[in-house]
């Protein structure tokens, strides 16, 4: 996934030097259920549950999904297969595949829209654990889990949210997913998870957008939904270990045309001036890519990156050993001195009248 500029500079396009190749690196892909998430039944409950089932492992799968349904099922029966399903796929990526064969996917889907918190979270979460198997993704979507995933990203639980996030995140692994799940209203309410959740869920919302955002018709509606506002006070909190993820974010957004003006309303331009001043090497190279993007057509902010202190850093960043930093550096100060080139052209002008 890249973002590319259309700039050349010695001769050389930059839309061949992307800033996203070592992106892996700082978006970790959304992991299965943390262990202690959600309070164990009693040791008691568990084993009268399992007493139930034969030794063997299939047979315990299907009646667990054999217990997954309302109309055979009490909720408490419900709770304690999605929970023991939410164990089985934590950690074994075999037990998802078998699961999915046996049918879970589309019963662990209605839970994820139910109105019991504890029961939707144990969807939820079982449905991530199932998602981390490749084979399962195109199943999950095609039976309908992106809408009630959405739903419960809405208005779910904490874990809820951000286990909804991290399922949208490996269903947007198809490329086809990416439009319908934007298309599905999720866009906002990841804005607001990485606005207003806990340290995890800004970065699962981050992780969830940078891959939802390679899509065009998403970077506008991100865009819309106010995203701009959060990444630029993530990329200013430099204890908030946010910076990296929330500018491989900005910077993917930054070909749509909606996102320059945002970064300029919401403060953003003295951020990335100081990124570039006092970032790592990686986080100095995302700022000068977001500020090149911001300059390349317009005079105005040309202006306002240079006044607000840009030129000396940009300068110090292009004697910098890294050549894609270095090259992205070299040709902002070529666009930074434009305006004072244009103003000094416009006065030999005037003075030969």
Do not use: W
Not at 47 to 60: C, Q
Not at 68 to 96: C, F, G, H, Y
């Amino acid at each position: 996934m890249e973002n590319r500029t259309g700039l050349t500079y010695m001769n050389r396009k930059l839309s061949g030097l992307t800033v996203t190749d070592d992106s892996s690196s700082a978006f970790s892909d959304c992991n299965s259920d943390r262990s202690g998430e959600f309070p164990p039944s009693s040791s008691e409950n568990r084993r009268l549950f399992l007493s139930r089932a034969a030794e063997n492992p299939d047979d315990l799968i299907r009646y667990l999904v054999s217990h997954l349904d309302s109309s055979s099922s009490s909720v408490d029966e419900q709770k304690q297969a999605a929970m023991e399903i939410r164990l089985l796929t934590k950690d074994k990526p075999e037990n998802r595949i078998k699961l999915a064969r046996a049918g879970a996917i589309k019963p662990l889907i209605s839970l994820v829209s139910s109105s019991d918190a504890q029961l939707q979270e144990h969807g939820v979460t079982a449905v991530l654990n199932l998602s981390l198997c490749d084979e399962n993704k195109e199943l999950i979507a095609s039976s309908g889990a992106i809408k009630p995933l959405v739903r419960a990203l809405k208005s779910g639980t904490p874990t809820a949210k951000e286990n909804a996030a991290c399922a949208l995140l490996r269903l947007s692994q198809i490329e086809d997913n990416k439009i319908a799940i934007g298309r599905s209203g999720a866009i906002p309410h990841l804005v607001s998870l990485l606005e207003t959740g806990g340290f995890r869920g800004k970065k699962d919302a981050a992780t969830a957008l940078y891959s939802l955002c390679s899509a065009k018709e998403n970077k506008t509606r991100a865009v819309e939904a106010g995203v701009v506002k959060p990444l630029v006070e993530l990329m200013a909190d430099f204890d908030s270990n946010m910076v990296d993820k929330a500018a491989y974010v900005m910077n993917l957004l930054m070909s749509a045309a909606e996102a320059k003006p945002a970064v300029v309303e919401e403060g953003g331009v003295p951020v990335l001036v100081e990124i570039v001043e006092v970032g790592t090497q990686r986080q100095k190279e995302m700022g000068v890519s977001i500020l090149l993007q911001l300059c390349e057509e317009s005079v105005v902010y040309r202006t306002m990156v240079a006044r607000e202190g840009a030129i000396a850093p940009v300068v110090a960043l292009s004697q910098s050993s890294k050549s894609r930093a270095k090259l992205k550096a070299e040709a902002l100060i070529e666009i930074l001195r434009r305006p004072r080139q244009q103003q000094q052209q416009q006065q030999l002008d005037c003075n030969r009248i």
